[in-house]
Structure formats: C-alpha cells, structure tokens
C-alpha cells in the first residue's frame, strides 16, 4: 500500500479523522490498535436499536476507496486463515460472508484462502432454491438472512467453516449462524474474520463458552481489534442529534444545484455465460477461475467507454453485489492512468453531515429498483456527490435492472445530477442450475461396488448400468454401424474371453515392458507436473486411459508425496465428451488443473474429438479453463505435446478389454438409457472377477518405479529440451493407407499396437498391416490374428508397429477378390 493512500485512510482528505464529530457530541470513544483510527470512522444511525455507525474506510461500502485496497484487505485476511489451519485443513474450508456489506469482503477472504468455495448470506429470496440455513442480525435495520448454495452439500462438509463480517461488536451474528447451521451441520472447527473485533471482554468470553458447549474450536482473526467506549444515554442522545439535524435541514443529501449530466449509457461487459454473479448461490474455485480469464478484457470494455480524459472514476457496486465491482475496478484501476474509486450502494440508513470529522459526508436517496421482497423503500449511495468524480460505472445485477433504474428520481438519475459521465453495467443474476436441470449430478461410482479398483484410486463419472443387456455379437454390431443403423456406443461387444496361451502371453509381455512402461509413466506424470499443474486433477477417459490414470497417480504419490485426484470421464467419437461430466469436474475443481489421460494416441481421432468437445462445451456452459492437451502414455502417432514416449510397443493392458479396466466395459451412450442429465454409462462384469489382472498389472507396473526413477529423471531433462510440436505424421500415414487399400474412411484405419489390439478383439478385422521386423510386441497380435483367420501383411515403410484395418462396409462374408474392399 502507497503512503499517500495510507495517509487518506489514516486521517481522512482533511486531516482529520472521520470519527471525531460524533465522538465529541456522542461521548464515544474509540480504543484500541494504533491504527484503527484509519480503518474506522463514525456516523450516526437512522435506527432505533444502535445509535453509532462503525464506518470502515476499507470495505468499499460507505467511503468510496482504492478497489486494490480494499480488495487486498480481504485477501490479507485469507491468507491468515490459510496459515492458522495449514494446507491440510484449508483445502476443506468453505467461507460464508455477511450480506450486505461483508458479501465482497468475505469472497476476497476466500480468493486468499485460495481453494475454498464462497457463499454468502443473502436478504433476496429466490423461488425454487431450498433455504439451506437462515439467522438473525439483532442490530441490523433488516434482519432475515437465508443461505440458499445451489449445491445442498455446500456447507454439509465436516472442514472448517470461515465466517466473515466487517466488524464484530457484540458477536451475536455469529453466534446465531453457528447454532442454527452446527444444529444441521456439525463441524469441529470454526474461524471467525473480520476487519475489526470490536467486542467487549464479556462477548468475547461469551464466545469461548458457546465453543465450549458445542464442542468446536472457534479460532478469530482481524486486521484490528479495539472497543467503543458508549454511556449509557447514547442512543436516545443519538436519536435526538439525528432528529435535530434531519429537521432543521442541516443534513447533506447530495442534491444541491449541481448541472444534470449527459444521459446514463449502458455498456456491455460480455460478462461470461452461467458465470455466478457472486456467492450468493455458492462460488467456486473453477468459477473463480473463469473470472479471473476474464477480468482483462471486461475491464478494457469499461476503460474504452469512458471519455476521453476521464480523472477519477467510481465503479459503484449495489447493495449485495460486491465483488463483481470490486474485482472489475481493481482490473481497471492496473489498467488506466485515472484515479479509480470502489464503493457500494446500500440498504443502511444513515444520517449525513458535511464535516471533515464525520465520516458520511453526503448522501444520494432513491428508491429501490429490484422488487425486493421486503416491499418498496428507500436505498442510499453515500460520499459520492461532492467526490469529484467526473464518471461514475454502476453496476447492477439484471434483477436490478428493472424501469425503477431509469426513472426519474432513480440511481442513475441522481449520479447523472452529480457527474457528467454515468455508465451502466449489468451483470446477468445467476440462475442456479437447480432451476434449469431437473436433476443434480451424482457423486462418482468407486470401488468395490463399481469396478475392482479401490475406492481410493479412481472415481467414475459415469452411471452403473450392469444390469442392463447390452451385448451383441461381434458381427451384428459391425454391420449396424456401417450401415449407419447404430453408433458404436450403442451397444458393447461381447466380452473377449482369453485362452490359457493369450494369458501366459500377456504375462510374458507384461514382464518383458513393465519397466518401459514404468519409465513412460514416470516420465508423462513428471511432465505433467513440471508444466500442466503442481496438483493436477487426473481425468482418465474411459477406459484405456484410466489404468495409466491409477499409475500417473501412483507415481505422484511414489516420488513426491501428492495424493492427486483421479476420475474417469466417457467420451464417444462423433458425439464428445459427457458435458455432464464436465460440469460436475468444473463444480468441484479448477478446470485448469484438470489433465485429460488416455493410453496412446493412434490417428489422433480422440485428441481432435476432445478438442472440438471442450470448445463446444465452453461455448454452450460459458465454462472456460479446460485444456483439450490429452496426456498419453505412448504418442506413436504424434499428435500430443505431453507424453511418455513416442514408441509404439506393446502396452499389455491393451490386450485385454474389462479384466485389466477394473472390470468395467466401455462406455455407453444411448438415448433410451442416458438422459440429457445423466452421465454416460457403463457396464461391472462382477462375474468375470475370476479372470480379473487390473490390480495384478498396476502393482506390476509400479513395483518397477524405484528401478527407473534415475532413467525417467534423465529422459524428463532430454523431452524439455526436445521440440514436441505434434507433427500429426500418424494421420497422414492413416489417410494414405485408406486410399491405398480402398477403405476410404480412416475410422476404419486403427493404427499402432493398442489399436489393432482392439479392432482384433472388439470388431470385425480385416487384414493386420506389421512393419517388417517386429518382434515381440507382435506376438500376441498374430495369435488374435491367427485365431481370427485374419491375415497379416508385412509392408517395408510403416510408421507404426501395426496397422489393424476393420472390415470395409461390411456385410457377413463380403471380401473382393483381389483382397481390397468392395461396394456392396
């Protein structure tokens, strides 16, 4: 903070500081920290129950305020919190701010605590949201508040709960949201913040006991800490100096003879589609994070609009909606050369007094523009006539932007009385997704009742559909989906039951690559760690990503101690990936950390699937973050910038379908058993446990980590200093054997070892293309081949080990003559 913003906080524009015209008719001292004085002045209230106001000059509310000020307090204040829970326990915390005026105050607290999700209490009622909560503010001029977290299981965690408030001064707020929310919710921990602990030595003793008799620890923080000293005739001799004042006229109500401006313009902020517009139905860290995407260029739209020659701008927030402003004036005031102002209207009725020692100095009234629920009344915007300010940016939710906004007499029309350049800014309220969609996603299937896999190691964004029948033979599939009569995942092949001899091959190859494998894992997780996230979200897709998923995670866990989540998500070629999926991932976590995983590349058909499929997403959810890169053990095909090696060699776990995926079949997708709500769906085959290798595989594999550790370390050096730019070579060589052999469809083309491992198993193949000399990663192709009657085909220049070709327009039987496809 700058010593000429210091020294404004500290004893007002004049030198004086804002508190002393009350304390002087009032009686009322303010003790305390040394520098309370310059966080707090006093004005006097229009309310019968609390004579004085505590006026934060620090909260953007009353007084008009650097946004980086007052955003950096809050922020200061969450990375206390950070501190006195440790890492551990914050990354459980959920933060609720007070409405209205600590709604801004308790986001910024969350931003510091960095990963905690933010609610906020709110007096706006809204139809069709369950009240997950509600309490009283016993001093407030409007009491009710309710809790309404579009996500029911918001504040049902057992982590620690953060409270934060603007000032504290008898703490009966907050003990009366604990007791009604620990009643629901019971939790071991709370943390109170706020900017001021104003409160006597009997409430805080209070406070202690009520810990006690609940069983929690309740732990305060505050940027300071003093009491307000009050006699005993305080309130009637305040409720006397207000009626005086108000009916001699002495008041300054901001609406003197100043020139009309020009005509209120509205701009458009292009604000992101489904973002929230606050905490007031929860706020994520992927929310956070698509926020901070696009603050830059939503600030540069009101930086643009302003005129030419602009000093000393306010961007004035309304009543509860403070953190937009906040966070928009804080962009703006980096990014242009004016002075910058950040404050809020409010419901809070105060008496103004034009005196360098009172802290309200003017006062704009209108009339309430958002239907409240609570009937018509009155609204203020304090300190802003007589400010300076040769333009001010109201922002408003579009709730708020009702006729009430335009009329005469309203917000705007008062601004546009006091400065020459009033814009508007609307942010679409946020309508929960409780509202749009019927039903909320569930949480995701683990082991063992959902795959063998342990509990820990996976959780499936996906619907059991075990008990459905879904099977068909090979050949039926194959002709349906040439013929256009189904898509692929429609339908599941028959489960492929190995021989004793394919068995004993996959051991063979097991023990054979397990080390390469190991050095690959290894090598792709570290690259993902040192360039993707320090704590990714691992997002397997389904299913031959999700065994290199376990080991990446493995791995983590192996070399550096990280605990990394890890789910698997379906994604079907020509219809994307589950959306639905999505949108629980980007709930739960920050979409940038999310790493999709799969097992190889082949053409690349699924990077390109996955990239056209985060693209639409973000265009129909307005959630952005997501980056398509796909993570693979093996890029053979070299279509990935993030990978273990670009060898093509046997991955055993290609060789076999459910028994080394955790049992679980692949993904379905059919509309009759998927609705628009549901998650993609798949199969359990509990009965094939008999045959099951998927633990035996993974602990294979990372029993082989210690062993490769110095390898991978190199070979980490080595891929850094490499250009990886994908060069796609896979693809073209895929398209040029699909002319050559008259397929002319490379979805019939599967390229590299994994994939005509799965054209041999699950479709109808028709010849296998082997590059002259492979060895052993072979073996167990030419025994399927061999088994299948399919013919392999030895060619000189291949840049792949293999190349399986499916059947071309298949009807039972059909073949040409000289080999190639023919036109049935």
Known sequence: MNNAVNDRIRSGSDGVWSGSWVAERLGIELRGDDGLPGLLGLALRRNPKRAHLLVSNVLGKHVPQSPTVVYDYGHRLGRRVFALLGEAEAAGAVVLGYAETATGLGHAVADGLGTAPYLHSTRRPVAGVARAGGFEESHSHATSHLLLPEDPGLLAGDGPLVLVDDEFSTGNTVLNTIRDLHERYPRRRYVVVALVDMRSPGDAARMERFAGEIGARVDLIAAASGVVRLPEDVLEKG?????????????????????????????DLSWPVGLPDGGRHGFTPAHRARLEAALPAMAARIAEALPAGTRRVLVLGFEELMYAPLRLARQLEQGIDAEVRFSTTTRSPVLA???????????????????????????????????????????????????????????????????????????????????????MLPEPLRGPAFSSYAPDEIGWLLQDLSDVTLEAPTEEREEAIQSGGAHYAESLPVEYQPSEQYQKLFHAALDDSGGRIAQAVGVVTETVLAERSPRPVLVSLARAGTPVGILMRRWARFRHGLDLPHYAVSIVRGRGIDANALRWLAAHHDPRDVVFVDGWTGKGAITREL???????????????????????????????????????????????????????????????????????????????????????????????????????????????????????GWRAVERISEEYGIHDVNLVKPGVGETTRVLLRRVPWKVLARQGAGADLDHVRLLAGQRGVPVEEIGELPYTCVGLIHPQYTRGATGADGKAVNV
Request: hydrophobic content about 40%.
């Open 239 to 267: 409720q006397q100096l207000v009626a005086r004042y108000e009916s001699a006229g002495h008041e300054s109500a901001g609406c003197g003879s100043v020139a009309a401006g020009r005509s209120p313009r509205q701009l």
């Open 353 to 439: 007094v034009d005196d360098p020692g009172y802290a309200i100095r003017t006062r704009l009234v209108f009339p309430a523009h958002d239907d409240p629920a609570d009937g018509p009344g009155e609204r203020y915007a304090y300190n802003v006539a007589g400010g300076g300010f040769d333009a001010v940016v109201a922002v408003v939710d579009s709730v708020a932007d009702t006729p009430a906004l335009h009329a005469p007499g309203s917000l705007l029309a008062r601004l546009a009385a006091h400065t020459p350049n009033v814009l508007l800014a609307v942010v679409p309220s946020y309508v929960p997704h409780a509202l749009e969609r019927p039903a």
């Open 611 to 729: 990239e056209q499929a985060v693209e639409e997403f973000e265009k129909t959810e307005g959630v952005s973050g997501f980056d398509p890169e796909i993570a693979v053990l093996a890029d053979p095909g070299s279509c990935v910038r993030t990978y273990g090696t670009r060898e093509d060699f046997l991955i055993p776990s290609a060789c076999l379908n459910s028994t080394v995926s955790g049992l679980i079949s692949r993904t379905v997708l059919r509309a009759d058993l998927v609705g628009p709500d549901d998650f993609h769906g798949a199969k359990f085959y509990r009965e094939l446990a008999g045959a099951d290798v998927s633990v035996a595989f993974l602990d294979a594999v990372s029993a082989r980590f210690p062993e490769v550790a110095d390898a991978v370390e190199e070979a980490v050096k080595e891929l850094m200093a490499e250009d990886r730019t994908p060069t796609w070579a």
